[in-house]
C-alpha cells in the first residue's frame, strides 16, 4: 500500500483528492493538512510514503513544507508530489530544489494524479519530462551563468556520466537501455551506482544536478 498526505490549504480540493486516491485499491489517505506547519507535523508522526504538497499557502507554505518533511529523521524514503497551476513556475524549480521527485498541474486528470502518485512512490522517473525540463532549463538559465560542477562528478565512469545525461533528458531505464544497447537490469545498476556516487535521492535530484552543474546543457539533453 502506498501511504499519503494530501496537503492544501482548500478544503473541497483535499477532499476531492483524498475521495479519489482512497478509492485505490493500493492506495491509503493517512491524512490532510491545510498548511505547511500541519503537514510536518503530520508526515513526522504518520510517515506517509507520498505528499500531495500544495506550493501556495499562506503561513508556512509547500516549499518550506518539503523542505522541513525531507529533513525528517527517516525520511529517506519519502516522496513529494508537488502540485502547482502552471507549467512553468519558479515554486516548482525552488520545490524540485529542496528535494521534491516531481510535480503535477492541478488541472490534471483524475488517472494523471493516480498514476502521478504511483510513479512517485516508485521513485521511477520525473512525472511530464517535458515540462519538467523546460521549466529547468528556463531557471537554470537564469540562475547558473557559471556552472560549478561538483567534485563528486569526477568519480563517474564515462558511462555513468551517459546515464545521467539520458536521465536528464526525462528518459526512463527502459529507454535508456534501449538508447545505449545494453540490459534494463545494467541500467538499473549503472543509475544506483551514480546515485551512490552523487548522493542523490531520486532522478528530480539528479535532473536539477545535470543542469546546474553543466552536464548537461539546456537545451541538448542527449535526446
Do not use: W
Not at 506550493?55 to 513544507?65: L, N, Q
Not at 522517473?125 to 521549466?135: C, D, E, I, N
Not at 528556463?138 to 540562475?143: A, C, L, N, P, V
Amino acid at each position: 500500500m502506498i501511504n499519503v498526505l494530501i496537503v492544501d490549504d482548500q478544503t473541497i480540493v483535499r477532499a476531492g483528492f483524498a475521495a479519489l486516491l482512497a478509492a485505490q485499491d493500493d492506495i491509503t489517505v493517512i491524512g490532510e493538512a491545510g498548511d505547511g506547519r500541519e503537514a510536518v507535523a503530520l508526515a513526522e508522526h504518520r510517515r506517509p510514503d507520498v505528499v500531495v504538497m500544495d506550493i501556495r499557502m499562506p503561513g508556512m507554505d509547500g516549499i518550506e513544507a518539503t523542505r522541513r518533511i525531507l529533513a525528517l529523521p527517516g525520511s529517506e524514503n519519502v516522496r513529494v508530489l508537488v502540485l502547482t497551476t502552471f507549467d512553468v513556475d519558479e515554486y516548482v524549480y525552488d520545490a524540485l530544489a529542496v528535494g521534491a521527485s516531481g510535480f503535477l498541474l492541478k488541472d490534471a486528470t483524475a488517472d494523471e494524479l493516480v498514476s502521478a502518485v504511483r510513479v512517485v512512490a516508485r521513485g521511477d522517473s520525473l512525472l511530464a519530462p517535458q515540462v519538467t525540463g523546460r521549466l529547468i532549463r528556463e531557471f537554470t538559465k537564469q540562475r547558473r551563468s557559471r556552472p560549478q560542477a561538483p567534485s563528486e562528478l569526477s568519480t563517474l565512469t564515462a558511462r555513468e556520466t551517459e546515464v545521467l545525461v539520458l536521465i536528464a533528458g526525462g528518459l526512463s531505464n527502459g529507454e535508456i537501455a534501449q538508447r545505449l544497447f545494453v540490459s534494463e537490469h545494467t541500467v538499473k545498476t549503472h543509475v544506483a551506482r551514480v546515485f551512490t556516487k552523487l548522493g542523490l535521492r531520486d532522478r528530480a535530484q539528479a535532473v536539477m544536478l545535470a543542469y546546474e552543474s553543466g552536464v548537461v546543457v539546456p537545451g541538448e539533453t542527449g535526446s
